[in-house]
C-alpha cells in the first residue's frame, strides 16, 4: 500500500526543488524591496535556461553556460528596468509581456538552431554533476548517519549548495549594508530617500541587476542540473511560485527561503504519492496530484497570508520632485 511512500525521499526531493525556488525568490526580494514588481522572474528564468543549456552543449562546459545565463538574464532585467523605472511603464504589464515573448522566443530559437521540437540536445558530460562529500564511502552503511551525511546534506550540486548560503548573503546585505538600507528607503519612500540624497532610479537598477543575476541560476539549474536539457516552458510556473514564497515570508529572506522549502515539499510529495495506493480511494489521479503545488499557493495567498505587509512604494513609478 504504502510502501513506496518514503519520507526520506520526500526530504531528498525537498532539498533538490528547492534552489530552483530560492534563487527566483531572492531575485524577486531585491527587486521588489526596491519597489519594482517583478512578474518576469518566469521569463528570466526562461531564457537562462536555454541560454545556459544552449553555450553548455556548445563548449561542453556547464561552467561557461551558466555564465552566458547570468549575462542574458541580467541584460533582461535591465531592460526591464529600463521600461519600469525610466520609462515610468506600467511594471505588471512590462513583466507579463516579457514573459509571454520570452516563452515564444526561447522555444524558435532553439527550434531554429537544434531542430529538436523546441528542446535543447541532451548536455551530457556538459551537466552539472551532484558532489560527493569526503568521507561518504565510509559511512554510507551506517543507518541514518549514512543517509544524512550522504543524500541528505551530501550528493547535491554546487548549486544547491550556494542557493542555501545564499540565503544568510542576502540578509546580511539587505540589513546590515549601507546598500540595502538604500534599497529598503527607496522600496518604501522614494521621495524621502531622494531628499536625503539617495539617487533612486540607480538604487533600483542596481537591484534589478541583482534579480538579473540571481534569477539566472534557477534558470541554469533547471537545465544544466534537474533536466540536462532545455524544454519549452520547463520554468512550469516557478517564477509565479517564487513570488507567492515571497508573500509567505513577507519580503524577508529567511522566512521566504522557508515558503520555497514548503513548494518544494509539496512538489516532492506530488511526485511520490503518485501511483500510490490509498485504503477508501484507491489511486489518486495524476492530473490532480499535479494540482497540489498550486492549490497550497491558492490557500496561501487566499488566507495564511492576508497579513504580510510589502514594501510602500511597490509597483510605483518614481517621479522626481521638481
Known amino acids: 500500500m504504502f510502501d513506496d511512500f518514503q519520507f526520506s525521499s520526500i526530504l531528498v526531493s525537498t532539498i533538490r526543488n528547492a534552489?530552483?525556488?530560492?534563487?527566483?525568490?531572492?531575485?524577486?526580494?531585491?527587486?521588489?524591496?526596491?519597489?519594482?514588481?517583478?512578474?518576469?522572474?518566469?521569463?528570466?528564468?526562461?531564457?537562462?535556461?536555454?541560454?545556459?543549456?544552449?553555450?553548455?552543449?556548445a563548449t561542453k562546459n556547464p561552467w561557461l553556460g551558466i555564465m552566458a545565463g547570468v549575462g542574458i538574464s541580467a541584460a533582461i532585467a535591465l531592460l526591464q528596468g529600463f521600461v519600469s523605472i525610466t520609462q515610468k511603464g506600467n511594471q505588471l504589464v512590462a513583466g507579463i509581456a516579457l514573459n509571454i515573448a520570452l516563452s515564444g522566443l526561447t522555444f524558435v530559437v532553439a527550434q531554429y538552431f537544434f531542430q529538436q521540437g523546441g528542446r535543447t540536445p541532451d548536455l551530457g558530460e556538459a551537466r552539472l554533476f551532484d558532489i560527493v562529500l569526503p568521507g561518504s564511502a565510509a559511512v554510507a552503511n551506517i543507518p541514518f548517519i549514512g543517509w544524512f551525511y550522504t543524500r541528505l546534506i551530501?550528493?547535491?550540486?554546487?548549486?544547491?549548495?550556494?542557493?542555501?548560503?545564499?540565503?544568510?548573503?542576502?540578509?546580511?546585505?539587505?540589513?546590515?549594508?549601507?546598500?540595502?538600507?538604500?534599497?529598503?528607503?527607496?522600496?518604501?519612500?522614494?521621495?524621502?530617500?531622494?531628499?536625503?540624497?539617495?539617487?533612486v532610479e540607480r538604487t533600483r537598477f542596481m537591484a534589478m541587476l541583482c534579480a538579473g543575476v540571481l534569477c539566472s541560476f534557477s534558470g541554469a539549474y533547471l537545465s544544466i542540473v534537474q533536466s540536462g536539457f532545455f524544454l519549452r516552458d520547463m520554468s512550469a510556473g516557478n517564477g509565479y511560485l517564487a513570488l507567492t514564497a515571497l508573500v509567505f515570508g513577507n519580503w524577508r529572506p529567511l522566512h521566504t527561503a522557508l515558503g520555497c522549502l514548503m513548494f518544494g515539499f509539496f512538489a516532492a510529495l506530488q511526485v511520490q504519492i503518485e501511483g500510490v495506493v490509498f485504503p477508501g480511494i484507491g489511486k489518486v489521479p495524476g492530473s490532480l496530484i499535479q494540482m497540489i503545488p498550486y492549490v497550497v499557493t491558492v490557500i496561501v495567498l487566499a488566507g495564511l497570508m492576508a497579513k504580510s505587509v510589502a514594501p510602500k512604494a511597490i509597483g510605483q513609478p518614481f517621479v522626481k520632485s521638481r
Open 154 to 199: 551530501g550528493g547535491h550540486s554546487v548549486l544547491v549548495y550556494l542557493a542555501f548560503a545564499l540565503i544568510p548573503v542576502v540578509h546580511w546585505v539587505l540589513y546590515h549594508t549601507r546598500f540595502g538600507l538604500r534599497l529598503r528607503a527607496v522600496g518604501e519612500n522614494p521621495h524621502a530617500a531622494d531628499a536625503a540624497g539617495i539617487n
Open 19 to 57: 534552489p530552483v525556488l530560492m534563487f527566483a525568490a531572492m531575485a524577486g526580494l531585491f527587486a521588489e524591496r526596491s519597489g519594482v514588481v517583478d512578474l518576469a522572474l518566469e521569463g528570466k528564468m526562461l531564457a537562462a535556461a536555454f541560454v545556459s543549456a544552449a553555450v553548455a552543449f
